[in-house]
């Protein structure tokens, strides 16, 4: 597998339709937040060339650290319903041969003049065949997820492609114990109240391994436990 430094990363500044996507702006210091910390974890290459995409309720957030095959990203969070979106494709480029017309200004001489040769323009068209560099999608996954943060807590959002079509989102909640060890809870009604929470910078979880799955008798990899909203991207 190639490392992440080897992969050309795509910068998600647009939807398939090619419609732009606003920059997720979060709240300020003083208002009331949750800290965010988004991962995105490859366990596969599928192709030479990666896109990348992390949404937070419809905006686009951009990764701030990059180590081989794995992104991360700090965020504040209001305390309200969120939905996490993310997005993996990896594709590579073929050169195709395309037919492309264009036309061209020519001048010539139509008549004469009192004080000189009068000139006159046309367009001819010119036809060519000419190489064309097409993107041809290797596979990739598509995850969501939705919480309400508790204000003043600290979590990890982590998003993890295993193959094609196979992809999930995990949610921990991340709090110090009374000995100082770092303690993780699923997010969700159990969640501990907010003290003794851990600085986002302290935040060192290692990305859960690769489930090995074996193939189904359908010749498809089956879905690990936990997985949500997977599936192939548009």
Same mark, same amino acid.
């Given at each position: 597998?190639? =490392?992440?430094?080897?992969?050309?990363?795509?910068?998600?500044?647009?939807?398939?339709?090619?419609?732009?996507?606003?920059?997720?702006?979060?709240?300020?210091?003083?208002?009331?937040?949750?800290?965010?910390?988004?991962? +995105?974890?490859?366990?596969?290459?599928?192709?030479?060339?990666?896109?990348?995409?992390?949404?937070?309720?419809? +905006?686009?957030?951009?990764?701030?650290?990059?180590?081989?095959? !794995?992104?991360?990203?700090? !965020?504040?969070?209001?305390?309200?319903?969120?939905?996490?979106?993310?997005?993996?494709?990896? =594709?590579?480029?073929?050169?195709?041969?395309?037919?492309?017309? +264009?036309?061209?200004?020519?001048?010539?001489?139509? %008549? +004469?003049?009192?004080? %000189?040769?009068?000139?006159?323009? =046309?367009?001819?068209?010119?036809?060519?065949? !000419?190489?064309?560099?097409?993107?041809?999608?290797?596979?990739?996954?598509?995850?969501?997820?939705?919480?309400?943060?508790?204000?003043?807590?600290?979590?990890?959002?982590?998003?993890?492609?295993?193959?094609?079509?196979?992809?999930?989102?995990?949610?921990?909640?991340?709090?110090? /114990?009374?000995?100082?060890?770092?303690?993780?809870?699923?997010?969700?009604?159990?969640?501990?109240?907010?003290?003794?929470?851990?600085?986002?910078?302290?935040?060192?979880?290692?990305?859960?391994?690769?489930?090995?799955?074996?193939?189904?008798?359908? /010749?498809?990899?089956?879905?690990?436990?936990?997985?949500?909203?997977?599936?192939?991207?548009?």
């Amino acid at each position: 597998m190639h =490392s992440r430094a080897e992969l050309v990363i795509l910068a998600a500044v647009a939807v398939a339709t090619g419609g732009c996507i606003r920059e997720y702006q979060p709240p300020a210091l003083y208002e009331a937040h949750a800290s965010v910390q988004l991962r +995105s974890v490859l366990h596969t290459q599928l192709g030479p060339l990666v896109n990348e995409e992390a949404l937070i309720d419809g +905006s686009a957030v951009t990764y701030a650290e990059t180590a081989d095959a !794995v992104r991360t990203t700090s !965020v504040r969070v209001r305390p309200q319903p969120t939905h996490y979106q993310f997005h993996a494709e990896f =594709s590579h480029s073929e050169t195709r041969w395309e037919t492309q017309t +264009s036309y061209v200004t020519q001048t010539y001489v139509c %008549g +004469s003049r009192q004080f %000189g040769v009068q000139y006159c323009t =046309s367009e001819r068209p010119e036809i060519r065949t !000419v190489p064309v560099l097409v993107p041809v999608s290797d596979g990739g996954c598509d995850a969501h997820f939705e919480q309400t943060p508790l204000p003043g807590a600290v979590y990890l959002v982590q998003y993890e492609l295993f193959a094609d079509a196979m992809c999930q989102v995990t949610c921990q909640r991340l709090v110090r /114990g009374a000995d100082g060890a770092l303690l993780a809870t699923e997010c969700g009604p159990g969640e501990p109240p907010t003290s003794e929470e851990v600085p986002p910078a302290d935040i060192a979880i290692e990305p859960a391994l690769a489930p090995e799955a074996e193939p189904t008798s359908g /010749g498809e990899a089956p879905i690990p436990p936990g997985a949500s909203a997977v599936g192939a991207p548009d």
